[in-house]
T-cell receptor, first 115, second 109 residues
Framework: DTGVSQDPRHKITKRGQNVTFRCDPI?????LYWYRQTLGQGPEFLTY????????KSRLLSDRFSAERPKGSFSTLEIQRTEQGDSAMYLC?????????????FGSGTQLSVL | GQSLEQPSEVTAVEGAIVQINCTYQ??????LSWYQQHDGGAPTFLSY????GLEETGRFSSFLSRSDSYGYLLLQELQMKDSASYFC??????????FGTGTKLQVIP
């Protein structure tokens, strides 16, 4: 297993366009997270899945953001009508959820630039 | 809800010891994890404390006091490559993992 992989690594788009990112978690991991990170800040929680069920979506997230994990394996994050404020690193992480210890494995991220 | 507090920046000399503190407030607390993130890289897991006391892993140790809602990461024999951001992250059972703004450690010669 090569770990968590994200595609693409970089995305440049024009304001108003839609973008979609993909995350392939570690195969046996049942939990998958999406975070957003800007310079000097910690990873900001966006949403997470347990298998194919989306357990929570950040209240700070607008309706332009949607995520899916259709078969409990890979996940996609779509941003519609992108804005310049969406420019950030989008990180995916997966874990084998455990009531006492949850260790997250992160992908390398997708760097989004909205022009 | 959850709140986390860490110093925003710490500077230490190569070869020295540095302690990065974390105070937290979260319901249903299970344990405290630490992650390291180098500039331009993704966070990587460092350690986890479920019980009070010190856990040692090589040059890094992590401490937890559940009664004080407090933990710290101790880095010994600092190396230049330890310059990075460090995040504490409480685990709360089956709730999501969230991060604060972290501590940026700068190691100087």
């Amino acid at each position: 297993d090569t770990g968590v992989s994200q595609d693409p690594r970089h995305k440049i788009t024009k304001r108003g366009q839609n973008v979609t990112f993909r995350c392939d978690p570690i195969s046996e991991h049942n939990r998958l997270y999406w975070y957003r990170q800007t310079l000097g800040q910690g990873p900001e929680f966006l949403t997470y899945f347990q298998n194919e069920a989306q357990l929570e979506k950040s209240r700070l997230l607008s309706d332009r953001f949607s995520a899916e994990r259709p078969k409990g394996s890979f996940s996609t994050l779509e941003i519609q009508r992108t804005e310049q404020g969406d420019s950030a690193m989008y990180l995916c992480a997966s874990s084998l959820s455990n009531a006492t210890n949850e260790k997250l494995f992160f992908g390398s991220g997708t760097q989004l630039s909205v022009l | 809800g959850q709140s986390l507090e860490q110093p925003s920046e710490v500077t230490a000399v190569e070869g020295a010891i540095v302690q990065i503190n974390c105070t937290y407030q979260t319901s249903g607390f299970y344990g405290l994890s630490w992650y390291q993130q180098h500039d331009g890289g993704a966070p990587t897991f460092l350690s986890y404390n479920a019980l009070d006391g010190l856990e040692e892993t090589g040059r890094f140790s992590s401490f937890l006091s559940r009664s004080d809602s407090y933990g710290y990461l101790l880095l010994q024999e600092l190396q230049m490559k330890d310059s990075a951001s460090y995040f504490c992250a409480p685990s709360a059972g089956y709730q999501k993992v969230t991060f604060g703004t972290g501590t940026k450690l700068q190691v100087i010669p």
